[in-house]
């Protein structure tokens, strides 16, 4: 339902009006296909799964959703999340995004050194430092804030719907290899591989750097469901609020290479402890069974870091973006604010008379 075949999209197109082509429809490729098309832009992306989908390789149905300022990163780094929490701050303002505002508590085991999340009191509301006695005696320092935190089951369905309303196309294929993408669409200039951990598998990028990390969180169905909490040291661990399911999500687990769909219900029970250690008054030592739910997903990771660059094949140009891990949902659109401008040099670059 919502898809559409490539045969009924025009191909013969002025150079100006030819889709941009993304290959893959996670957070990161959705984004960057609705900043496109409130360009006026054309857009058709392309992949094996589609928002809606809950397959445990689709990864954007599964994340956490937090903004959170992310440590040791570059300031062209920070200033793509900044851009991010400010567009996300505006989709709150609609209940169908599933964004919302909430509170926040964040406890350190140690000082934050000057590379650290520290530089996110710059972009958050009403962040403070808690005074001692706001926070348990084992932690060192704490802060308090407005984080956005996004309910993936809201907003993955939105932004295909948003994405269709103004013109976007989606395709459902596996692809082998790039090159098979631009075989299939001759008369487009301009791709973006937003693939994910797709990219360590197509044949003509390989990118050895990818990984995947498995996720598991618990889902704990309660009222208190609008204060987040983050503990940050040996023990990180994680409470995200979901208003708009009635629920907090636990976490704080990741697992290299390990792709297995099977909840571990050891790895269950050690979240949740410390879940009730981080938040007694919100997680109870032993909840029960009917309010738990349990959530595993596969991060697309990448050592070294995520891609975000511009390469050519020809005429053609190629954008990469993937590999964001845990944080596609804080970089994703700031990345495609990036990715728009990246599209409006190729255009500039390649203009046909």
Known sequence: MGECDQSACTWDLPFAQRPIIVLGVGIIGCAAARQLLRQGLSVTLVAEFLPGDQDIHYASAWAGDAWHAAGGITADQRHLQAITHRVLLQMAQDPQSGVSVVDAREHLEQDPSPDSAIWGSGVVSKF????????????????????????????????????????????RRQMGSLQEVLDMFPASKVFINASGLGSRDLADVGDVRCFAERGQNVFLRTDLCHTMYFRNGCEYTYIIPRPHSGGVVLGGVKQENDVSPEVDMDIARD????????????????????????????????????????????????????????????????????????????????LEV
């Open 271 to 350: 979240v949740i402890a410390r879940a009730h250690r981080l938040a007694p008054e919100m997680v109870p030592a032993q909840p029960p069974k009917s309010a738990l739910g349990h959530i595993v997903g596969i991060r697309p990771s990448r050592r070294g870091g995520f891609r975000l660059d511009t390469e050519t094949r020809g005429p053609r140009t190629i954008l990469s973006a993937y590999e964001f891990g845990g944080g596609g949902y804080s970089f994703s659109y700031g990345v495609a604010e990036a990715l728009v401008r990246m599209v409006e040099k190729a255009e500039r670059d390649n």
């Open 128 to 171: 403070r430092q808690l005074n001692r006695g706001e926070y348990p005696s084992e932690f060192t320092c704490g802060w308090a804030y407005e984080p956005l935190v996004t309910d993936p089951i809201r907003h993955m369905p939105y932004l295909k719907r948003e994405i269709q309303k103004r013109g976007g196309c989606f395709i």
